[in-house]
């Protein structure tokens, strides 16, 4: 059993900051690829940034400059600060995870989600 449990989320004020954290926990052997994913309402989910467990980083062109991702390895955790948060950012944020799990199989996990909200 594998669980991914996001925390960090709250309403902010536009200009705000906020951190996420998502912790990877279970019959872990490793973990590929992490990232974050946002839906908003009436929307399609969408990525927000990905990191490699080499520390490879990717980004959606809305949170360039704005939005940071990083690892710990060693506790199985990423992480997403946010600055100069703006109402568009509004959203339920999820973590994602390639793990492959102590029986060998490479499976793709979601987190439960974390709201954002970003008051104008």
């Known amino acids: 059993q594998v669980q991914l449990v996001e925390s960090g989320g709250g309403l902010v004020q536009a200009g705000g900051s906020l951190r996420l954290s998502c912790t990877a926990s279970?019959?872990?052997?490793?973990?590929?690829?992490m990232g974050w994913y946002r839906q908003a309402p009436g929307k399609q989910r969408e990525l927000v940034a990905d990191?490699?467990?080499?520390?490879?980083?990717n980004y959606a062109d809305s949170v360039k400059g704005r939005f940071t991702i990083s690892r710990d390895n060693a506790k199985n955790t990423i992480y997403l600060q946010m600055i100069s948060l703006k109402p568009e950012d509004t959203a339920v944020y999820y973590c994602?995870?390639?793990?492959?799990?102590?029986?060998?199989?490479?499976?793709?996990?979601w987190g439960q989600g974390t709201q954002v909200t970003v008051s104008s």
């Open positions: 994602n995870a390639d793990i492959r799990t102590d029986y060998g199989y490479l499976l793709n996990y």
């Open positions: 279970g019959s872990i052997r490793s973990i590929n690829v």
């Open positions: 990191i490699s467990s080499g520390g490879r980083t």
